[in-house]
């Protein structure tokens, strides 16, 4: 035990003498023990060896050398505390709802409690949820309740779960004893949100939700209640449709009849027999297009249609190569189109004015010539002939022909013509 006392400190002269000290006296309450007495000059006194929490009869009185001030009185005070060494009994525990229960028990005897009583302290678990078979020892739980009491309330429980559960009684030095546990079952209650809930395979008129159930159905699952409304990105929304879809299986749904190029939103609850739980929600816009390429894609991934694509594009690539091979021959020119781009103009004008124009009718004179003219021309003409090219050295083009020599024979006619008209005339 330790003993304190405090008194206001007073100025020397108002201890009325020297020598100021106290007397400290004790004893156990309710025996009939002599006083334990000692005198000292501090103002505390530690007593020892004494039993756990067990209350003492103590009283100070001063002095000094004059004598003793008057009879102090008797204050009651108790030893060092030590843990409770009992256990709350007749623990039981009633359930209120699917997450909240009350809990009961008896007092802890205050000669077991070795000290002044703090309170209570319920200590609860998680066993396992009631739609699996296998126990977990869940994280632990705890409330403390101070003062003398023998109920508390429980809250935040998963419903349709097992749980156990335990009390003990703590003062100023710790936590006594648990008692027994206590296992007990809460209720079913609604379900929590869809694990996942997404709008997929999205059409014109038609739109494929799906989903998972929830993590925590808290119970059995009895169906779904989809929900789903025109909103379209304006203030006023359209009617709000609704699905009871009554499979608990069930994680897919097609939604009909919907508005082309539209923006609609949905909702999902899950439900038991308790009733349906929060929805999750989605949005999504019907597209045509999201058809179209589907299509399109569909062909794509064929196989004949990816072989005709190329088919195409090797003949395209075989016709550019026939068209530039035809193009690089067209580069040389006959001996026709030769002349004509390097006409001769001696032989240009003999052709407009003094040459013969050919005829079958060898009796048939030239224009602007004279008889005699004619019958040495025809002579001329039909000496004229291979032999007297062979005389002379003849050159060919590149493509083989002797048009160079055939314009010098040409230019020789042409003079022997002229000397002849002049003769004559």
């Known amino acids: 035990v330790i003993l304190k006392w405090y008194q206001i400190p007073l100025p020397p002269?108002?201890?009325n003498g020297p020598g100021l000290e106290y007397?400290?006296?004790?004893?156990?309450?309710?025996?009939?023990e002599d006083w334990q007495e000692h005198m000292v000059k501090r103002h505390s006194f530690v007593v020892k060896n004494t039993p756990t929490f067990v209350p003492y009869e103590v009283k100070i009185q001063a002095r000094n050398h004059a004598g003793w001030a008057p009879e102090p009185k008797t204050v009651v005070a108790y030893s060092g505390e030590d843990f409770p060494s009992a256990a709350p009994d007749d623990v039981e525990v009633e359930v209120m709802?699917?997450?909240?229960?009350?809990?009961s028990w008896s007092r802890v005897?205050?000669?077991?409690?070795?000290?002044?009583?703090?309170?209570y302290r319920v200590n609860w678990w998680r066993l396992r949820s009631l739609l699996d078979s296998r126990k977990t020892h869940g994280d632990k739980h705890m409330l403390m309740f101070s003062g003398d009491r023998n109920h508390a309330l429980i809250p935040g429980l998963r419903p349709f779960s097992e749980y156990s559960l335990i009390v003990m009684a703590f003062n100023g030095r710790g936590n006594g004893p648990g008692s027994h546990p206590v296992n007990f079952k809460t209720p079913e209650g609604v379900p929590d949100q869809a694990a996942v809930f997404r709008a997929t395979d999205i059409q014109k008129h038609t739109v494929t939700l799906t989903w998972s159930p929830p993590a925590e159905p808290n119970g059995f699952l009895t169906g779904y209640i989809l929900q789903y409304q025109l909103i379209n990105n304006t203030e006023e929304v359209g009617p709000l449709e609704s699905v009871n879809i009554t499979g608990a299986d069930t994680t897919k749904w097609l939604l009909q009849d919907l508005e082309p190029v539209s923006r609609y939103r949905f909702y999902l609850q899950s439900c038991t027999r308790a009733g349906c739980g929060p929805a999750a929600s989605e949005e999504s816009t019907t597209?045509?297009?999201a058809h179209l390429a589907s299509i399109h894609g569909g062909i794509s991934n064929q196989g004949w249609f990816i072989g005709l694509m190329c088919a195409v594009a090797l003949l395209t690539l075989i016709v550019l190569i026939a068209c530039f091979v035809n193009r690089n021959k067209g580069g040389k020119y006959s001996v026709k189109e030769k002349e004509d781009l390097h006409?001769?103009?001696?032989?240009?004008?003999?052709?407009?004015?003094?040459?013969c124009e050919y005829?079958?009718?060898?009796?048939?004179?030239?224009?602007g010539s004279q008889p005699s003219l004619t019958g040495d021309m025809k002579d001329r003409d039909s000496g004229d002939s291979m032999v007297d090219y062979g005389d002379e050295d003849v050159h060919f083009n590149e493509d083989g022909s002797f048009i160079g020599e055939y314009?010098?024979?040409?230019?020789?006619?042409?003079?022997?013509?002229?000397a002849t008209n002049q003769s004559t005339a």
């Open 23 to 32: 007397k400290v006296s004790y004893r156990r309450q309710g025996s009939e």
């Open 407 to 418: 314009s010098g024979r040409k230019e020789r006619v042409s003079t022997e013509i002229k």
């Open 97 to 103: 709802n699917n997450s909240v229960v009350k809990v």
């Open 109 to 119: 005897h205050k000669d077991k409690l070795h000290g002044h009583l703090g309170g």
């Open 343 to 355: 006409p001769d103009v001696e032989s240009q004008g003999m052709n407009d004015d003094t040459f």
């Open 287 to 289: 597209v045509p297009e």
């Open 359 to 367: 005829s079958d009718n060898d009796e048939k004179p030239l224009k």
């Open 13 to 15: 002269m108002e201890h």
